[in-house]
T-cell receptor, first 116, second 118 residues
Framework: AQSVTQLGSHVSVSEGALVLLRCNYS??????LFWYVQYPNQGLQLLLK??????LVKGINGFEAEFKKSETSFHLTKPSAHMSDAAEYFC??????????????FGSGTRLQVQP | GAVVSQHPSWVICKSGTSVKIECRSL??????MFWYRQFPKQSLMLMAT?????????EQGVEKDKFLINHASLTLSTLTVTSAHPEDSSFYIC??????????????FGPGTRLTVL
C-alpha cells in the first residue's frame, strides 16, 4: 500500500517569493511520483513526474521537484511565484510494479495563494 | 498533448434520477480509463478502473450497481450515477491512460463534471 501526505492545506506567498509545497510518501517500493495542478472547476494538469534517473525533475511553468529517497519526500518548488500560480496542487504516487491498475494515489492537496 | 473531454461539464438533477457522464479521449486510444470523485476541498478518490471491453474494477466501498461504468470503445467510457441522491453531489473526474513506450504510460485528466443532486 502507498500513501501521500501533503503538509499544509494552505500556503500563501507573495508574488516573486519562493514557492515550496511539501509532499512525503509512503511506499513499499520506490514509487513513481507526480505533481498535478488544478485550477477552479477544472481537471488536473500534470506539472512534472519522477520515474527513474535524475532525482531533480523540471516541469512546466518553472516548477521543479526533487526526489529524496532518504527523506521519502518529493517537494515542489518554484523560485519566484506568479499570480497565475494560484491553484490547488496535488502530489500523487504510483506503484511502478502495479502493471494492472496503474492508478494514482493522491495527497489531500495544497491550496497556493499568491499575494500581490 | 493528449486531450480528454468530459460531457456534460455540469449537471443538476432531481433526486432519484440517473445521470450519465461521458469521458472521451479525443486524439488517442486509451486502453484504461479511471474515474475519480472529488468532494469540495478534498482530494481525488479513485472510484473505479475501466478497461475497454471488460468489466470495471471498483474500489472498496464504491457501489458498482450505483455507479455503472461502461467502456465501450478505446476512446469512450461512461459513468452512470443511478438513482442519484444529494450525497452523490460531487465533482467527477476521469482520466485516460496512454502508453508512451518503454513500459511507461501517462494519465491525462478530463476537465471534470460537477453533479448537483437536488
Amino acid at each position: 500500500a502507498q500513501s501521500v501526505t501533503q503538509l499544509g492545506s494552505h500556503v500563501s506567498v507573495s508574488e516573486g517569493a519562493l514557492v515550496l509545497l511539501r509532499c512525503n510518501y509512503s511506499s513499499s517500493v520506490p514509487p513513481y511520483l507526480f505533481w498535478y495542478v488544478q485550477y477552479p472547476n477544472q481537471g488536473l494538469q500534470l506539472l512534472l513526474k519522477y520515474t527513474t534517473g535524475a532525482t531533480l525533475v523540471k516541469g512546466i511553468n518553472g516548477f521543479e521537484a526533487e526526489f529524496k529517497k532518504s527523506e521519502t519526500s518529493f517537494h515542489l518548488t518554484k523560485p519566484s511565484a506568479h499570480m497565475s500560480d494560484a491553484a490547488e496542487y496535488f502530489c500523487a504516487v504510483r506503484n511502478p510494479l502495479d502493471m494492472g491498475r496503474r492508478a494514482l494515489t493522491f495527497g489531500s492537496g495544497t491550496r497556493l495563494q499568491v499575494q500581490p | 498533448g493528449a486531450v480528454v473531454s468530459q460531457h456534460p461539464s455540469w449537471v443538476i438533477c432531481k433526486s432519484g434520477t440517473s445521470v450519465k457522464i461521458e469521458c472521451r479521449s479525443l486524439d488517442f486510444q486509451a486502453t484504461t480509463m479511471f474515474w475519480y470523485r472529488q468532494f469540495p476541498k478534498q482530494s481525488l478518490m479513485l472510484m473505479a478502473t475501466s478497461n475497454e471491453g471488460s468489466k470495471a474494477t471498483y474500489e472498496q466501498g464504491v457501489e458498482k450497481d450505483k455507479f455503472l461504468i461502461n467502456h465501450a470503445s478505446l476512446t469512450l467510457s461512461t459513468l452512470t450515477v443511478t438513482s442519484a441522491h444529494p450525497e452523490d453531489s460531487s465533482f467527477y473526474i476521469c482520466s485516460a491512460r496512454v502508453k508512451t513506450g518503454q513500459g511507461q504510460d501517462t494519465q491525462y485528466f478530463g476537465p471534470g463534471t460537477r453533479l448537483t443532486v437536488l
